[in-house]
C-alpha cells in the first residue's frame, strides 16, 4: 500500500504542557485509519497537525512521500487534503443546497455542478430536505450535509473529528455507511477520531489507541483484541491503557 501521510516523532508543547509525545504513525492510501482515546488524550491536537493548521514543536510530517518544510508544501497540500471539525455546523440561513453549491464553486468554478450532484448524492438528504434551510435541520441532517461538503471534492485524505458525535442510532449507521461507501468507490483515504468503539470496529480498517499524548496501539481492532485477550475492542483499550500506566511507574 502507497503511504499518505506519516507523522515522524512529533511533540506538541502548549507553554508547560506536553500535549503529543513522540507520535509515530503512517498511514496508506484507501484506507479508514481511526484515532480512538478519551477526552484530553491528544486526539484533536493531532488530527489538526495532519490538517497542517497546527505545527508540531518538534517532528515531521511527510505528505505523499514529501516532507513538509514551508507555506510552500502546506499549501501543496491543502489542496488534497480536507478536514472536518467536531464544531463544524452549516450557515442556517442557506438552504442544504446552497450550502453545497457556496463550496463546490470555492473549489471549481467552472465544474460546480458536478461536486454539488455528488454532494447531494453523499448526503442522503431529499431534494424536498435540501431545499430548506439548514437552521431547520436536525444535527444528524447538519451532519450528514457537512460530510457530503467534505467529501463532494473527492480529497486525497479527508479528515473527520468525531463525525457522528451526539447523533441518534439511525444518523450514526448513515453516516458510517456513507463514509465506507465512499472510501470503497473513490480510494480517499478517510481519518477519523471516535469514542464509538462499534463504529471502530464496524468501518476502520486500522486503529491507533492514544492516552495521554502517547501512541499505545496501532493495528487492526481485531488484532487489539486478540493480542490482550479481550472479548470487545472497548475491553482490550482498557487493558492497554492500564498496562501503558504501569510501564510509567
Known sequence: MEEVLSLIGVYKVY?????LHDINLQIYSGEVFCLVGPNG??????LRIMATLVKPSRGHLRFFGKHIRGDGDILDVRRKIT?????????FRLTGYEYLEFFAKLYDQ???SEIVELGV???GLSKEDLSKKTGTYSKGMRRRLLLARSLMVKPKIAILDEPTSGLDVFSNVAIRSRIREFTDRYGTTIILSSHNMLEVMSICDRVSLIDRGRIIYTGTP?????RTGARDLEE???KLVNRSGDDEH
Open 15 to 19: 507553554g508547560s504542557r506536553t500535549i
Open 41 to 46: 488524550a491528544g486526539k484533536t491536537t493531532t
Open 83 to 91: 478536514y472536518l471539525p467536531e464544531e463544524s455546523d452549516t450557515y
Open 110 to 112: 467552472d465544474n460546480y
Open 121 to 123: 448524492e453523499i448526503s
Open 222 to 226: 481485531d488484532e487489539a483484541i486478540e
Open 236 to 238: 482490550a483499550f482498557i
